[in-house]
């Protein structure tokens, strides 16, 4: 039984490590080398039983790394095998998907359309076809929901250019593309405050609320999809 909230695994390009907020793991006979948080090397059936203790999984990419989508797929498939023996449902999350593009999704997952045909029905990354189609032929055969997680890409650049008030003022938004307009944003936190020293040219405030916004509409998806799901799997950015 899980009993554990979440786990954060990143992966750095510049060395190809995974690392977990308090693990990083190692395995010899993968292209990478997986070490915890004392720099130790940890193989990686050890990281697999720690994940199977939680119900949310980020696993934070850098969206070029190859590596990296390997290592999700192998991380999703030893998950999913874990929860069928345990009659759990896990459900697959992505930031690289909006939250728009659900309709889509799902006519795909009910097999109105084939997964080659995709990108007639809804936009997709530049590196879809090598890094994340993968991900999405193996969750169509295991019948793992896909859910489209991120922020419509409009409302976070209105945002960015007019700022909060006005995007709440704004004719047309459909609530249920993003989160709560009243979050509220902790400036202090790390990823928010290394944001402001690169906004020195611009709207620091709107450029940090920018990211703001699409993390919490991610965890409004992560929220909602809990609901059905006994883990979910949520893939984004480091």
Not at 95 to 106: N, P, T, V
Request: hydrophobic letters at 45%; one cysteine or more.
């Amino acid at each position: 039984m899980k009993m554990k909230a979440a786990i954060f695994l990143t992966t750095f390009w510049f060395a190809n490590f995974l690392v977990g907020q308090d693990l990083c793991f190692a395995q010899e006979e993968h292209p990478y080398v997986l070490v915890n948080g004392k720099g130790r090397q940890v193989k990686m059936e050890r990281l697999k039983e720690e994940m199977d203790d939680y119900q949310l999984i980020f696993f934070g990419e850098e969206h070029d790394n190859v590596v990296a989508h390997q290592l999700t797929l192998e991380l999703l498939q030893h998950l999913n095998e874990e929860l069928k023996e345990e009659q759990a449902k896990l459900s697959f999350a992505l930031e690289m998907f909006e939250r728009d593009q659900q309709a889509a999704l799902d006519s795909l997952q009910k097999d109105f359309y084939s997964l080659a045909e995709l990108e007639n029905h809804t936009r997709v990354w530049s590196n879809y076809r090598t890094d994340y189609q993968p991900l999405m032929v193996y969750c169509l055969d295991q019948n793992i929901p896909i859910v489209a997680s991120n922020i419509t890409r409009e409302y976070a650049s209105f945002l960015f250019k007019n700022g909060r008030e006005e995007l709440k003022r704004k004719v047309g938004v459909d609530t249920a593309y993003l989160c709560d307009l009243n979050f509220q944003v902790d400036t202090m936190l790390s990823q928010y405050a290394a944001l402001k020293e690169m906004a020195v040219h611009m709207n620091a405030l709107n450029f940090i609320e920018a990211q703001a916004i699409k993390d919490a509409t991610m965890a409004r998806s992560i929220v909602e999809e809990l609901q059905e799901a006994w883990t979910v799997f949520h893939f984004n950015g480091s």
